[in-house]
């Protein structure tokens, strides 16, 4: 499975962002895919999961503002970013999880989000 993200930027707080992430490859055995983010020095969270069947998760911080969503024709996941916030700064990764997988084993590259104040 090899991973594509972007849509990443520079925002003033309050504006909203786009991000996408193209799967490849085995698509076949994805039952999930996430967003997570990460900061210098702080351990990388969740923001937003969405399974194969559709159910979806959102970290605490960030529901109803993100919203998460899928195109199986496009094989491609998107993450919604509105009402951004400075504290939402921060190098977001696409992943994926496999059927039989322990986790999120498939990485994307990252894509940096800067919300200004």
């Known amino acids: 499975v090899q991973l594509q993200a972007s849509g990443g930027g520079l925002v003033q707080a309050g504006g909203s962002l786009r991000l996408s992430c193209a799967a490849s490859g085995s698509i076949f055995s994805i039952n999930a895919m996430g967003w997570y983010r990460q900061a210098p020095g702080k351990q990388r969270e969740l923001v937003a999961a969405?399974?194969?069947?559709?159910?979806?998760n959102y970290a605490d911080s960030v529901k109803g503002r993100f919203i998460i969503s899928r195109d199986n024709a496009k094989n491609t996941v998107y993450l919604q970013m509105n009402s951004l916030k400075p504290e939402d700064t921060d190098v977001y990764y696409c992943?994926?999880?496999?059927?039989?997988?322990?986790?999120?084993?498939?990485w994307g590259q990252g894509t940096q989000v800067t919300v200004s104040s």
């Open positions: 969405i399974t194969s069947g559709g159910s979806t």
């Open positions: 992943a994926a999880r496999t059927v039989g997988g322990g986790g999120y084993d498939y």
